[in-house]
C-alpha cells in the first residue's frame, strides 16, 4: 500500500467517522426538541415517545434542519403554544451542541 492509499484511506476513515457523529447528534438534537416541544404541549409517557418518533422521521423528508423545524412549528402552533421562531432554532442549536459535546466526552 502506497502513501497515497495511506492517506486515501484515513481520509475515507474520517469521513465514515464525521458522518457517523454528524448522524448520532442530529438524532440526538431532534429527540431533546420532541422532548422540550412535546413538554410544551403537555405530552407525556407514550404520547411524547410516539412524538419524539415522529420528529426524528420528520428530518427524514429533506436534507438539512428546515424540516425538524417547520414539523416542530407547526405542532406547537397547532396545539396553541406560542413560541417564536427565534426559540425554536436557539433549542435546535443548544441541543445539537449538548449532543456534540456528549458523544465526544
Same mark, same amino acid.
Given at each position: 500500500m502506497t502513501t497515497f492509499d495511506k492517506r486515501e484511506k484515513a481520509?475515507?476513515?474520517? @469521513?465514515? +467517522?464525521?458522518?457517523?457523529?454528524? @448522524?448520532?447528534?442530529?438524532?440526538? +438534537?431532534?429527540?431533546?426538541?420532541?422532548?422540550?416541544?412535546?413538554?410544551?404541549?403537555?405530552?407525556?409517557?407514550?404520547?411524547?415517545? &410516539?412524538? =419524539? *418518533?415522529?420528529? +426524528?422521521?420528520? &428530518?427524514?423528508?429533506? *436534507?438539512?434542519? &428546515?424540516? =425538524? @423545524?417547520r414539523k416542530v412549528q407547526a405542532d406547537l402552533a397547532a396545539k396553541g403554544v406560542q413560541v417564536s421562531d427565534t426559540d425554536i432554532r436557539q433549542v435546535m442549536h443548544e441541543s445539537l451542541a449538548k449532543a456534540v459535546n456528549d458523544l465526544q466526552a
Amino acid at each position: 500500500m502506497t502513501t497515497f492509499d495511506k492517506r486515501e484511506k484515513a481520509y475515507e476513515d474520517m @469521513f465514515a +467517522r464525521d458522518s457517523e457523529l454528524k @448522524f448520532k447528534a442530529e438524532s440526538r +438534537r431532534n429527540k431533546a426538541l420532541a422532548e422540550w416541544a412535546g413538554g410544551l404541549m403537555g405530552l407525556t409517557g407514550p404520547a411524547l415517545e &410516539d412524538y =419524539v *418518533k415522529e420528529v +426524528r422521521k420528520a &428530518d427524514l423528508a429533506e *436534507k438539512g434542519d &428546515d424540516d =425538524v @423545524f417547520r414539523k416542530v412549528q407547526a405542532d406547537l402552533a397547532a396545539k396553541g403554544v406560542q413560541v417564536s421562531d427565534t426559540d425554536i432554532r436557539q433549542v435546535m442549536h443548544e441541543s445539537l451542541a449538548k449532543a456534540v459535546n456528549d458523544l465526544q466526552a
